[in-house]
Each structure stands twice: as structure tokens, then as C-alpha cells.
């Protein structure tokens, strides 16, 4: 059965007549299925076939308005779908078959799961009659990614596939965001069922997460706030996910405080502003650091007290300080660290409210004690903690190939994905990012193997932006059999790789606690990673100078249609700093190798 564009409007115009005149309209599961992501406006879809979501594969091929994009392993699905939904805002979607295919994207799943992206990632399932019978590529999906996802569901009737996939949308994208499993089993594929239309609205009575914050709460965190001497606006990854980007930059603007943002949240606030004062955290700056630890009144928003953000929580707790916390999910509140007055609602929202009862008030911040708080933070931050050496010259520092690119490309509409380890930590102290969505990286899960998926799944959704993943050679490798998926979907991505030679991260750990054991951290046999990027139909460079960094990276750019593998050959001993060793306090930093 055809299942073009023209229909697609009537499908999801059916709206409330769900159960009219269209039931006598007979469709296989699989199509329904396909009907339900058209209606949903999915564009892409992320996966690999197999033998229990054939019919599924076949329902796609008769149809022209989601296009298919087939990776080299069901991983890579998974992230590719996760830095589109990352970089647009929108439902991300996946699809893998049976037993290997689901396993192989449970990396992916959780990824997304402790960053919050909203995602559905539909499985195929082996016939319902021989669930539980051991068959072959069977696997007990729904047990399986119970703890990494937000929820999921087991499809045992064709007729309950179209409401199934409006919950698993609506649960995806709404209150805190997460991937949602629809395990659909390969008889449900296949079944004739009648087709009613796709239902317009849904409604969950175990599932209503509140969006608008309590009135009386946010007014009284407002007093506390404009109350403060040493006022601090700390936010994560929430506000991007609400995209309340710009609400928050009113309230800083408005209020003139410091602001930082975590890991996850970089973008959200300028960071060519004055008021930010940098990231924090375990390799954040002195003066993001120090800030925390010394504010007597903290706003959080949007944004989970993590432990690679506050370290440990004793010496976190020592100074006394008044916390607002604003958050979506009530499980995340007083969670690690007490608050004072929690606000549970969509940050967009919140901070909605808040700059209007600012603009009908009378109260302003003290200008005297905001003065004498920032005197203080310029002093921590005439530190210049990120400042690094370029040595004799004669070797690549990474951060000084972060720096380049971000002076070349930043009036340019760029993403920058990023692998995990030390030049995931480069890149988000070296470019400066001022918009949003413009990050994208793993954080909560920490994944290598991601940043090319990020990038070829971001690069589809916007052809005409500049696309960069940096990685390190031991993370590209995880997978690089993407650049062959890059190659048939024609998406040109451009790929910093900062080769130490060294698992980064781990070897500097090793330096610092470990006593420079450096135990298997070091690697051996690398590919030669030119006539890798070559073999897969893409450009390849060597830079192995200082001075050839930038020169590479303008050739790069001017290649606009070609994936770019360039291989930067840098310093093996050079770490990332500022740190904070686990166990120590946020304001317990290493600053240099002087301090080890």
C-alpha cells in the first residue's frame, strides 16, 4: 500500500473523528506504525533491518515522506537520532530489530536517558507466540532498558499501535524529556487491523507532570533573590531542553549577576558575556568555582547538583548559602543537596513568571554589596585559570586547536559535537559557545563513540551549518564505521581529531593518582588514520606543526561538500586543567602541573 505525502494530512486531520467513517480502512501494523511518524511530522528515522522488522522495512519503502538513514551498527542509530533531537528539539527516532539490535543500541538508549533527549526508539520483537520460548533473536527488551529509559512499551495488538506511538511521543518530548521503547513484535507488524485515523490528543491519568510553577514560591525565592549580597545564577542542561534560552538571558540582564553554566548547559548563556563567569565543575574555572562556593544565595535552574559539578558534598555543604532550585522533574529536587525553596515547572515558564513579577515590582538588587561581590569575582578571575603554554613551539597544544577553530568559525552557524575525555573537556573551555543547541556531547553517561553519529545525525537536519566533531583517536574509533554512512547520505562533516596517542583522560588520572602508572592507556597500534578517512571515500589530513593548524582547518572549511578527516598530532603529555581530583571540594583545584 502507497503511503505518500498527499496522505498524510488526512491522516492526521481524522483528529477526533478517530472512531468515524475511517475504521473500515484495513492496515497492517507496520503501516499504521508508519502513518503514526508521518502524523507525528518525523522526518528522519535512524536504523538497521532485520528479520523481525521486515515488515516494518517494507511499509517504508512504500513511502516518500520520511527518509531512512541506514547506519553501520544500531548504536550509531541510536546517537544519530540523540544529536538530531539534541541539536533541533525535536522527537528523535530509532529503529533496530530483534535481540543483537536492541543490545547493541542499549548504549544509546542510556545515553540519552541521563541527559533527558527526547526520544522514541521502536524494536522489532520476535512473534508473540514465541515470546519467552528462547527463539531465535529473542530478548527481553522491555526488562532490558526498564532502567534507561523513560518508559516503555510492548505492542501485543496491532490495533493499539497507533495510541501507543501518540503516548511514547507525548511521554518523549513532554515534563522531563527521555527516550521511550516501542517493542513491537513481529505478527503486530504483519496483522491487517482496521485504521481509524491517528488520535489527536491523549490523555495519561498516571501521567500529568506540571508545567507552571507555584506562584507563591517563586515569589518568594524572587525576595530571597533580589535580597542577596553575593547573588549567583547557576544552570544546566534544563533550559536548553525548555528552550528558555532567552528567558534566562533577560533575568541575568536584568538582575546583572553572575552566571555559569554546567557542561550540559553551555550555550544557554552567552559566553562572550561579561557576566559569565565560565563553566564549573570538576574542570571548570576559578571563578565559576569559587563563586559556587562562596554565593549566599544560589538559583538553580534547570540543572541536577551532579558530581562532577559540586564534587564532594560535605565540603559543598560548608559554606551556608539559601538555594532556589527550579526544576521540571520533582525527583531532582533536594536530591544531592538540600534546597530552600523549590520550584517544580517548566523553566520556560518559571522564569517567565519571575521576570514579570521583577518588571511590576519596586525591588531592585543593592547595588553596593552586587559591586563589592563582583570586585571579588574579577579577582578570582584575573587568575586567567585556562591560560596554557604553547611550549617551544615545536608541538600541537589541543587547546590552541580549539582556540583556532573557534576564533574562525564563530560568526558562523556551527555545531560542535564532541567525543568523551580530555578533548571533550578542551572544547568546552576553548570555544566559546554563545547560542544554544550548539553543543552537543555526552554527558551524564560519559559515552566514547559518539561524536561522529552526533554529527552526521545533526548535519542531515541542517545541511547548511558547519558541522565539527572533535575526538580523540581513541574515541573516533569506537564508531568510525560511520564515515561510511556519512559517505551514502551525503553528509560532510568536518572531524578534529587530538591525537596524543594516549586515552587521555585515563592516562592523566593515572598521572595524578596513580603515580604515572600508566597501565594499558597508551596505544599501540593506530590506523593510519589519512588512508582510513581515503578508503572511505573522504579527505584526509596530517598536521603535525603548530603552525599548519589553522591553514588545515581553512582548507577543511573550503571543502563544504566533502567529510574531512583531520588528524592533529598532539601533545601526549599536555592535561587538562583546572581540576578537581573526586573526593576534593569544587574550590580544591589543580591549576597547573606545578600542583601535582
Known sequence: MEISKAEIASASAVGKSH??????????GAEVLVKALQAEGVQYIWGYPGGAVLHIYDAFYKQDTIQHVL???????VHAADGYARATGDVGVALVTSGPGVTNAVTGIATAYMDSIP?????GQVPTHAIGMDAFQECDAVGITRPIVKHNFLVKDARDLAMTLKKAFHIARSGRPGPVVVDIPKDVSFKKVPYAGYPSSVEMRSYNPVRKGHGGQIRKALQLLLAAKRPYIYTGGGVLLSNATAELRTLVDMLGYPCTNTLMGL????????????????HGTVEANNAMQNCDVLLAVGARFDDRVIGNPKHFAQNERKIIHIDIDPSSISKRVRVDIPIVGDVKDVLSEMIAMIKEGTAKPDPESLGAWWDTIEGWRSRNCLKYSMGKGDVIKPQYVVETLWNMT???????T???????????QYYRFDEPRRWINSGGLGTMGVGIPYAMGIKLAKPQSEVFCITGEGSVQMCIQELSTCLQYNTPIKIVSLNNRYLGMVRQWQEVEYEGRYSHSYMDA?????????????VGMLIEKPQDVEPALREARKLKDRTVFMDFRTDPTENVFPMVQAGKGITEMLLGSEDL
Open 526 to 538: 593506530l590506523p593510519n588514520f589519512v588512508k582510513l578517512a581515503e578508503a572511505y571515500g573522504h
Open 71 to 77: 547506519v553501520r551498527h544500531e548504536q550509531a542509530a
Open 410 to 416: 564563530k560568526d558562523a552557524d556551527t555545531y560542535i
Open 19 to 28: 472512531k468515524s467513517s475511517a475504521a473500515s480502512q484495513e492496515l497492517r
Open 267 to 282: 550555550g544557554a548563556y552567552p559566553a562572550s558575556d561579561r557576566k559569565f563567569l565560565g563553566m564549573l565543575g570538576m
Open 418 to 428: 564532541s567525543d568523551v575525555g580530555q578533548h571533550q573537556m578542551w572544547a568546552a
Open 119 to 123: 526520544m522514541v526508539i521502536i524494536c
